[in-house]
């Protein structure tokens, strides 16, 4: 059944085609991985390009991470269209002034970029496997060595240049990705809801501090299931990342709905009505309060208070579930409260979200969940752990 429109009784009038939602929650689920696929990257390249030693533990991980949520992106705007084989049209006939045309080549690169380079950077495991393995794994290692056995010190350094350089690319390449939601969302001038110059930077720093955030409750949880001691330099590194992005989102976003209101534009009257009235708990309690001011507050106390130990590492992983959450309600907030508002600026309209079907709750879930079966899959194949445990193995 597809989620229906309904006027709220205090609003005026819409116009008949506003009947229907276009876009579902699925569509907030998109931005909401692909966000999560730049901030990864974010957290790999911070130490392959810039040297952060303490992220070192999360570096490989943070790189697999990207590259199974990354496989995934395409999956709800394909479950969405009513003929997904169409999909291919956009990419072999371009439409190249269309922001949505480019997705696909813009994510092909990328997925080509996030292969190989984790290609080199696991190059040393997949040789140990394939001169160790005789089973039909082991083949599968054999086919990727691309026949190089080579493991001498002249070869780890070209492998190191080879992963610097990608990582150098890919930081503009996993941005690009994610800022062009931002972009095509904000050139909406029709929905002023949407219409913002700063809509593209918002999506990018939401989306660093998300991937950061996935990467701090991951990095905590495989080392509970792993046994082995948390890195708490590392975990350190994250909290601080996450504190100082989430410190600029929360301005940026601050200046967005300043600017809205104080421009006075045409629908403005609405959008305060709105946002006082039915966006009142998504977005002010849920999406700043609940989900952004108070894990900053909460890190802010912990790196004021030196906090250390068991304290830190709940204190941590706690603080990045709550920008999960966060981040997923302003992509909620934007998608569906964009169409919320009218666009006649005169009415309201209320989203029925439905539990079954191919883009209700239950199917956005299992699409913002399976990234993690897959990089469970390939954290077996290709293991990512830098810690004391297997650097002495």
Not at 93 to 119: C, D, K, Q, R
Not at 256 to 268: I, M, N, P, T, W
Request: net charge positive; with cysteine; charged share 10%.
């Amino acid at each position: 059944m597809e989620p229906v429109l309904q006027l709220v009784p205090y609003t005026g009038w819409v116009y008949p085609n506003e009947t229907v939602f276009e876009w579902s929650i699925l569509i907030a689920v998109y931005p909401y991985i692909t966000g999560l696929v730049a901030g990864a990257f974010t957290v790999s390249s911070l130490y392959q390009v810039f040297g952060f030693e303490r992220l070192r533990p999360v570096a490989h991980l943070a790189l697999l991470t990207s590259l199974s949520f990354m496989i995934f992106v395409p999956t709800p705007l394909l479950l969405h269209l009513g003929h997904p084989e169409r999909a291919f049209n956009a990419t072999i006939t371009p439409h190249l002034t269309s922001a949505m045309a480019m997705f696909g080549f813009f994510a092909s690169f990328y997925v080509a970029l996030l292969i190989v380079e984790g290609w080199f950077a696991n190059r040393p495991h997949i040789i140990e496997q394939a001169q160790k393995r005789t089973d039909l794994l082991g083949k599968f290692y054999r086919v990727l060595t691309l026949g190089s056995y080579d493991l001498s010190e002249y070869a780890m350094r070209f492998d190191r240049k080879w992963i610097f350089a990608l990582a150098v690319i890919g930081i503009p390449g996993a941005h690009g990705l994610h800022g062009y939601v931002g972009f095509m969302y904000g050139s909406v001038k029709a929905r002023e809801w949407w219409s913002s110059d700063l809509m593209a930077v918002i999506f990018l720093f939401s989306a660093i501090i998300s991937g950061v955030s996935l990467l701090a409750a991951l990095y905590v949880a495989t080392c509970k299931m792993r046994k082995v001691p948390i890195d708490l330099a590392c975990l350190k590194g994250l909290a601080y990342t996450i504190w100082a992005f989430i410190m600029v989102a929360l301005v940026l976003e601050g200046l967005e709905f300043a600017s809205l209101v104080y421009k006075g534009r045409e629908g403005v009257d609405m959008i305060m009505q709105y946002v006082t009235g039915p966006l009142l708990i998504p977005y002010f309690i849920l999406q700043f309060a609940i989900g952004a001011i108070l894990p900053f507050l909460w890190l802010s106390y912990m790196i004021w208070r030196g906090t250390s130990g068991k304290a830190l590492v709940i204190g941590v992983t706690v603080c990045a579930c709550l920008v999960l959450f966060s981040v997923f309600m302003m992509r909620w907030n934007v998608v569906i409260g964009g169409q919320e508002i009218s666009k006649t600026g005169k009415g309201l309209m209320s989203y029925q979200l439905h539990f079954w079907g191919k883009e209700g709750a239950l199917m956005a879930i299992i699409v913002t969940m399976a990234p993690l079966g897959l990089l469970y899959i390939l954290t077996r194949l290709f293991p990512p752990w830098h810690d004391k445990a297997t650097d002495a193995h």
